[in-house]
């Protein structure tokens, strides 16, 4: 099935650094998700991002939507040990399908 | 409000049954989805529902089949399962098609065929 790229796969920081992970496609998309699964459970919804360009945040959480509509950005500052888990992003197209990335593995050490 | 209820959580079963996952959406939300992640393999879209009806399908097997009910609720089935049908099932509910943006999941239902 298609899948997005993102990276990096994984990622092992201390508590207090930040943290970027990015994710590209060879299609265009119409709005970008970032999602974050916590173990033994299903994805929650972080930012939506619906315009080219459009930078938006949520608390610690910053997520881009890059220019050429095939990749998108995610950035978390000050990280703390709740931000452990994996995180998705997604993209919306023409075929109303959402199409997840391969995820990245944060972990973060108190 | 009640978030997406998938059960059962943990399903163990063997090669060649059959099984069915039960799904109910949010409150208000009409719109049903289906996702099978596995390691190898991330979130793959199976079908989404509304209506009653399917609107859109993945790339699976017709082992894999669902149905809608008149009060929102899904189910998916798969039938004649194998060992790589394994994975966890999630399920997500919307106000609407073409609402996937405000897509919300539930805790999904963790496949083992042996």
């Known amino acids: 099935g298609q899948q997005l790229n993102q990276s990096p796969q994984s990622m092992f920081i201390q508590e207090g650094e930040d943290v970027s992970m990015n994710c590209t496609s060879s299609s265009i998309f119409n709005t970008w998700l970032w999602y974050k699964q916590d173990p033994g459970e299903g994805p929650v919804l972080l930012i939506a991002l619906y315009k080219a360009g459009e930078l938006t945040s949520n608390g610690r959480l910053t997520a881009q939507f890059g220019i050429t509509r095939k990749d998108s950005f995610l950035n978390i500052s000050a990280s703390i040990p709740s931000d452990v888990g994996i995180y998705f992003c997604?993209?919306?197209?023409?075929?109303?399908?959402?199409?997840f990335g391969t995820g990245t593995l944060l972990a973060v050490q108190p | 409000k009640a978030g997406v209820t998938q059960t059962p959580r943990y399903l163990i079963k063997t090669r060649g049954q059959q099984v069915t996952l039960s799904c109910s959406p949010i409150?208000?939300?009409?719109?049903v989805s289906w996702y099978q992640q596995t390691p190898g393999q991330g979130l793959q879209f199976l079908f989404e529902?509304?209506?009653?009806?399917?609107?859109n399908k993945g790339n699976f097997p017709g082992r894999f089949s669902g149905r809608q009910f008149s009060n929102s609720r899904s189910e998916m089935n798969v039938s004649t399962l194998e060992l790589g049908d394994s994975a966890l099932y999630l399920c997500?509910?919307?106000?609407?098609?073409?609402?996937?943006?405000?897509?919300?999941f539930g805790s999904g239902t963790q496949l083992s065929v042996l």
């Open positions: 409150s208000g939300h009409r719109s």
């Open positions: 997604a993209g919306l197209g023409a075929t109303n399908k959402l199409i």
């Open positions: 529902y509304f209506s009653e009806t399917q609107r």
């Open positions: 997500a509910s919307s106000l609407a098609p073409g609402t996937n943006e405000k897509l919300f």
